[in-house]
């Protein structure tokens, strides 16, 4: 004879002594648990996929470059970042030469605009050189110069 009492949760049979199981109570049983186990292990709304596993174990990534003196010049990534800092190594975000700020330092997002100086795309960052306009010198390109970019994922 089947069972009269079930699990409270996921309604499985639940045996007395005196039960006879019959091979549908095991089917059954078993069907409840692959559909309830396979919606859950599928539910990517509380389970992380690949892509999000790999973000979190490399959140982000460090690349160091040295300028070109190119007054533009990009560099690529292999994914799209969510939010880019790039420095010059070895000198404040922001200097004085002369009486003209100079803007060492630039952070920016693909979504919500960037600071004066890079512009973040879907596959990389492009960096400025500029000349002295209004007191204000972008230095993000200068020939030789070091620079570490991080860029999150």
Not at 78 to 85: N, S
Request: net charge negative; hydrophobic share 40%.
């Amino acid at each position: 004879m089947a069972t009269s009492n079930y699990t409270p949760n996921l309604h499985l049979s639940a045996w007395e002594a005196s039960d006879r199981p019959k091979r549908a109570d095991f089917v059954s049983d078993n069907t409840i648990i692959d559909t309830q186990l396979g919606g859950h292990i599928a539910n990517n709304s509380i389970h992380m996929n690949a892509d999000e596993k790999a973000k979190l174990n490399e959140p982000f990534v460090s690349v160091m470059y040295a300028g070109n003196g190119e007054s533009q010049r990009t560099i690529p990534l292999d994914f799209h970042p969510k939010f880019v800092f790039i420095y010059k190594r070895g000198v404040p975000f922001v200097s004085d030469s002369n009486g003209v700020n100079v803007v060492n330092a630039a952070c920016g997002s693909y979504a919500q605009g960037s600071s004066v100086g890079i512009s973040v795309t879907s596959t990389g960052v492009t960096v400025v050189e500029s000349m002295a306009s209004s007191g204000i010198k972008v230095s993000l390109n200068e020939n030789l110069a070091q620079y570490t970019l991080i860029a999150f994922k």
